[in-house]
């Protein structure tokens, strides 16, 4: 039988799981990404293109930090899609 205890603990392993992978992801794009720069200064200096793949995987990150760091859904948020559910049916 499941205890309430149970329950937080695995909803805090799942939040920190979440977060261990969102501090990798981060740390992945600033590698690559200082040396996709590395490579500009190296080659030419010219007209900047790793801001290309800083922008587009930037939106990436964002939006899973953002996932992993808003708040849980309010009572008011469940039970509005609960009463959306049910008027589907």
């Known amino acids: 039988m499941r205890t309430n205890e149970d329950e937080l603990r695995e909803q805090a392993l799942a939040k920190l799981q979440k977060k261990r992978e969102f501090k ?7 590698l690559v990404n200082a040396f ?34 808003q708040g849980a859904p309010t009572e008011r948020d469940i039970q509005k899609e609960m009463h959306r559910l049910e008027s589907q049916r």
């Open 24 to 30: 990798a992801h981060v740390f992945a794009y600033v």
């Open 36 to 69: 996709l720069v590395a490579i500009w200064v190296v080659t030419s200096a010219g007209f900047f293109w790793p801001i290309f793949p800083i922008l587009g995987w930037g939106i990436g990150l964002f939006f899973h930090g953002w996932d992993v760091y």
